[in-house]
């Protein structure tokens, strides 16, 4: 009974040890992951999935689940690119000061987004990838300040945003990923921004021909 109780005693130590060397391997790979770039996860990867089917799978699966499932994917790039257009800053004098829209700062978060859904294109996604081209267009239609764009200054980069936006829409409706219900759906929405003042804001300050986009699409 003593030598059973001595094993058993032994075999709950050898697994708290284990256990223990788990949870400390776990905490350094955390603490790495701190230091490691996109580029060297990236590689690892790429360079696993290439020996390791089942590994492949796996990530095949989640990121399928993640980037290509088109109805949560649509609902959550249309509230990012709502989101972007929140960027506020604080101006005026330390007496007299008050809140404005951060057009550089929606210049750069619209940018990053527009340029994901290329990527989201690129995989099949053009569900996702229409909502964030469109949703682009409908924020700043919302958004726009006319005496903030009556400088010289927002031009170049406002009007590169809308030439992106622009090509993601065409590129999106144009894509066979798309399914003609969902064509049609995003077509109306487009239809309705065209009906708008939008049209004419972005031409008259030089942004984006808009019509000439909504032509391409017919």
Known sequence: MAKKIQTDSSAAESNSAKSKSSEE???????????AKKSDLVAFVTRYAETDVSFRNAITKYLDTKYKS????????????????????????????????????VRAKATELLEEGQKLLMVGNADAAAVIGIEFFNSFKKNFEQSIFDGDDEGWDTGQCCEQ???????SLQSPDLSEEKREAYLKEIKTLKSSKLPEILSDYGFYDFEDMVKQLK
């Open 25 to 35: 391997k776990a905490g350094n790979l955390y603490k790495l992951l701190l230091l």
């Open 70 to 105: 088109k109805a949560t994917t649509t609902s959550h790039y249309r509230k990012l690119m709502n989101a972007a257009f929140s960027q506020i800053k604080i101006s005026g004098s330390y007496y007299r000061h008050y809140q404005e829209t951060d057009w550089d700062a």
């Open 165 to 171: 936006a622009g090509d993601l829409v065409i590129r």
